[in-house]
């Protein structure tokens, strides 16, 4: 079995996608996603220059060895953009494999360990009621686990928040627009947030929320410490994993469950927080993390260490990264819960899905491979619109992490 050709399609049916398409010459076509938010070209770029050119004639049924020649073999390793061009071929060469043994791709990683994944959902509001009103909205809906987002009083942006009616979306047009942030009254707002969401919600709801990481290790230790009370799900992104030691004096300290790693591309991003057991979800989703065959042996190298999984599953993220994550979830035993965010309805217009959302929990059916197709015509029809994440600078000026 030979591949023979592979295309990059961009598209932009309401956000930015990147696709790759790999042709075999037997017919069979596996997809993968390599969306990287605000930085598609790039990736796109990567792929086409790069990566389709070696493709050519190697046999997609070699995932171990393919993944190698473009991870070991690249002498440039890591980084965002790289890395999301090998998940795409990594997961293209997977779904083909899938499709050419004629059965889905959970089979080909364990089978089934569960028959549906339990997904959580985004809560959001601009104030502590409206927040409020929107946790009742996602509870409703059946979602059993809620991440909640709200504007913090006395500051005009907030992470998290949707600016109008519409779906929470950080990339806007053209460069990145400025945002501003004040530490001490996120800090001095969040616990009371929590607070009153347990008081309206009870205790049999599970709540997450995302720091995104703009705390220092002593600021989130407090935030850590004071939403015990809560017994969040998870505390996400309470730091920046630059530095994976930053998580110690959390850990140390509070018993706030963390997670960690949607914008991390590699196993050498967790090794200290694995080994340690610093964290408790990785959140390094297969998209940006080099794809299943890397993303499985981080998974089963963290199930080692009580770790389970807890993949980043925002709409900048396709249907092909959200059904290969379910499969993969549905087979590995440490599966801890999937973020999903639904996309717009007018994205399936191009991609075909193959997922169910029903009472809090995703199920995919048993289409071989990982079951999405795209319509290249209606994909055509939403050519690429530039779009950047914004930037974050303190209340004077500093700059900042988004
Ligand atoms: O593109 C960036 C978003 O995917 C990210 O900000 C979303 O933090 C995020 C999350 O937890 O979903
Ligand atoms: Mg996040």
């Known amino acids: ?68 020649y473009f991870y070991r073999g690249a002498y440039w390793k890591r980084g965002s953009v790289t890395m999301s061009a090998i998940s795409a071929i990594d997961m293209a060469l997977w779904d083909i494999k899938g499709k050419m043994l004629n059965t889905p791709l ?14 959580y959902a985004h809560a959001n509001g601009k104030s502590l009621e409206e927040a409020i009103e929107s946790v009742a909205q996602e509870k409703e809906k059946g979602f059993k686990a809620i991440r909640v987002q709200s504007g913090i009083p006395g500051q005009p942006d907030t992470y998290g928040v949707a600016k109008g009616a519409a779906f929470y979306e950080p990339a806007h047009p053209g460069i990145p627009h400025e945002e ?10 969040v616990p009371r947030l929590f607070e009153k969401v347990r008081e309206v919600f009870g205790n049999d709801l599970h709540l997450l929320h995302d720091v995104h990481h703009r705390c220092t290790p002593v600021e989130a230790t407090r935030l850590a410490k004071e939403l015990e009370p809560f017994h969040l799900f998870w505390l996400e992104d309470p730091v920046t994993g630059e530095l994976q030691e930053g998580l110690r004096m959390i850990r ?19 090794t200290t927080l694995i080994t340690e057991q610093l964290i408790d979800y990785i959140r390094m989703p297969l998209v940006h993390g080099g794809g299943i065959t890397h993303v499985k042996k981080v998974a089963d190298f963290a199930s080692v260490y009580h770790i389970q999984t807890g993949f980043h599953g ?5 249907p092909v990264n959200l059904a290969a994550a379910i499969h993969f979830n549905k087979a590995i035993n440490n599966f801890g819960l999937q973020e999903y965010m639904p996309h717009q309805e007018i994205v399936q217009e191009v991609f075909r899905i193959n997922y169910q959302f029903e009472d809090g929990f995703l199920t995919i059916d048993n289409t071989p491979g990982i079951g999405v197709d795209i319509d290249e015509e209606k994909a055509s029809k939403y050519p690429y619109s530039p779009a950047s994440l914004p930037i974050n600078r303190k209340m004077d000026g500093t700059m900042f992490y988004w």
């Not at 364990?110 to 028959?115: F, K, L, N």
């Not at 501003?180 to 707002?189: A, G, I, P, V």
């Not at 140390?252 to 967790?270: L, M, W």
């Open 252 to 270: 140390k300290q509070s018993s706030t469950p963390i997670a960690i790693g949607e914008v991390f591309n590699s196993v050498y991003d967790y």
């Open 314 to 318: 925002a709409t900048d993220l396709s």
């Open 180 to 189: 501003c942030w004040d530490t001490s009254k996120y800090l001095n707002f």
């Open 1 to 68: 079995m030979k591949i023979t050709d592979a295309k990059v399609i961009v598209t932009c049916p309401g956000r930015n996608f990147v696709t790759l398409k790999i042709y075999t010459d037997q017919g069979i076509y596996g997809l993968g996603d390599a969306t990287l938010n605000g930085m598609e070209p790039a990736v796109a770029s990567y792929l086409e220059n790069f990566c389709i050119p070696a493709l050519i004639g190697k046999d997609p049924r070699n995932t171990e060895d393919l993944w190698h």
């Open 106 to 119: 959970y089979n080909l990683l364990g089978g089934e360990s569960r028959e549906k994944v339990m997904v």
